[in-house]
């Protein structure tokens, strides 16, 4: 998830030194937020914190006890959920609960949060202030793996429905909580939710995940930015494999399997795809952010169908702007031989792309084939789990005018609601057939070093964000189930 923050706040402090794309800027949404604890909140997520939720390659059997405390945990802090709601097992430690509405009509709404956590890396312990899996307040924060990634989303939503619940909200729509238990791993999850939902015959209006946050310092201005991820990048791996003659390497060909394979990653990396500004949100980030930018940079963030080529330039001058721009191409893994002086018959390498709305993986895959057509002896083949990129969310109408809205009156006063694309996933992709708009945000007021946690050292949450992101859940839930609500 950080890698897509990154990433896009690297493209506005290029774009802020270089047909119109101004579009309409969403209002704040009417709301008294609700009052929720955050003391009681922090403490809720601390104890959440210390079930090792772990999703990982040889942890499951380590980890499934925990897993099925976890869940126990949450039925018993909120018992209304429980009670009320119908759950249904996704298998896997997943759930789904179904808050019926009293209007079939009506496009249900999907709120997605995942139990699971990644490990700490072994040996990098000492690292952190407080243990990983101790969930310590101190210092105004609560410390621990999964604090924003991510517990603290998924305790601040439960406390919203609870408190909706106590309240004796009726919604005219359904609405569906997903607790996925293995988005670090692929999301299996989440794609069995969303089967549960498609049975159903109903498409929902929008589905809500992790992504966005309020970014207090964005480079254009130095002032917070609801940054709200409309997109995100689809996943796809190859395997390139180069064969050749094998035998003593005292009479080795003109060229080896391991030389070809280095050839074919040479001419994949040198024929890059497509990179520009169109095809995804990145037009409309600009121009969401383009009243905060003073002078030409200001002028040229408006007006990026006239100085789109520029922009693009600067993109491009960056390595995580650029990945905004296009899909990407990384090797990553290079096998072949087993001894020195034995010619291997086949070498193998695996390389990984994170797919541009533009692109689809059967595009992707042609591309690469034609980039390595004149190689003999080299193929390409998908490796794994692959997976387009979903539609990028609507940046206008009731939709946006929710989600954006919401976040507007949970952000400090000025701060604009801003489109944006994750070059990482989410389990909301899983969602692309049985949802119109997918959503990733929370109202969390990050700085760049916070989010550089996610995954790593020192990962944590500040207590007063609970109580502000358990208020902006109530908020968007209440103003989507209400009978008058759009759409």
Partial sequence: MKQGLIACMA?????????????EAPQALDVTPAAFDAGELAQTLAEAIRFRTIS??????ETAADFAAFREFLAER??????????????????????????????????LAHQDVVPVEPGTEERWAYP??????????????????????????????????????????????????????????????????????????????EGGFTIMENPVSGTPAAMIAVAEK???TVEITARARGGHSSTPPEHTSVGLLARALVQIEDAPFDHGLDGGPTRAMIAALAPQASGM??????????????????????????????TTIAPTIVQGGIKD?????????????????????DSALAHLRASVADLDGVTI?????????????????????????????????????????????????????????????????????????????DERIAVEDLARMAAYFHAVIGAAVRADADQ
């Fill in 11 to 23: 493209s506005l402090a290029l774009a802020a030194c270089s047909g119109n794309t101004a579009t």
């Fill in 56 to 61: 990982a390659p040889g942890f499951e059997d």
């Fill in 78 to 111: 909120f018992p209304l959920v429980h009670a009320r709601l119908e759950r249904a097992e996704l298998g896997g430690h997943s759930v789904i609960f179904t808050w019926r509405g009293n209007d079939a009509e009506r496009a249900p709404v999907i709120f």
């Fill in 132 to 209: 990983a899996f101790d969930g310590v307040i101190a210092d105004g924060q609560v410390w621990g793996r999964g604090t924003m990634d991510m517990k603290g989303h998924l305790i601040t939503l439960l406390s919203a429905v609870e408190r909706h619940l106590a309240e004796g909200t009726e919604p005219a729509r359904t609405v569906y909580i997903v607790l996925g238990a293995d988005e670090e791993v692929g999301g299996a999850g989440a794609r069995a939710a969303a089967t549960y939902i498609a049975q159903t015959g109903q498409r929902a209006w929008f589905t809500l995940d």
């Fill in 234 to 236: 689809g996943y796809m």
């Fill in 297 to 326: 940079a200001g002028f040229a963030m408006s007006h990026s169908g006239l100085f789109g080529p520029l922009l693009t330039q600067r993109f491009m001058a960056d390595d995580a702007s650029r990945a905004l721009l296009g």
């Fill in 341 to 361: 002086n034995v010619l291997p018959q086949e070498s193998r390498a695996l390389v990984n792309l994170r797919l541009h709305p533009r692109d689809t993986t």
């Fill in 381 to 457: 083949e998908p490796w794994g789990a692959i997976n387009n990129a979903p539609p990028v969310a609507a940046t206008e109408g009731p939709a946006w005018d929710l989600i954006a809205g919401a976040a507007l009156a949970f952000a400090p006063e000025g701060a604009p609601a801003v489109p944006m694309m994750l070059t990482a996933t989410t389990d909301a992709r899983a969602f692309a057939d049985v949802s119109e708009n997918l959503y990733r945000y929370a109202p969390v007021r990050a700085g760049m070093d916070d989010v550089a946690r996610i995954h790593g050292d």
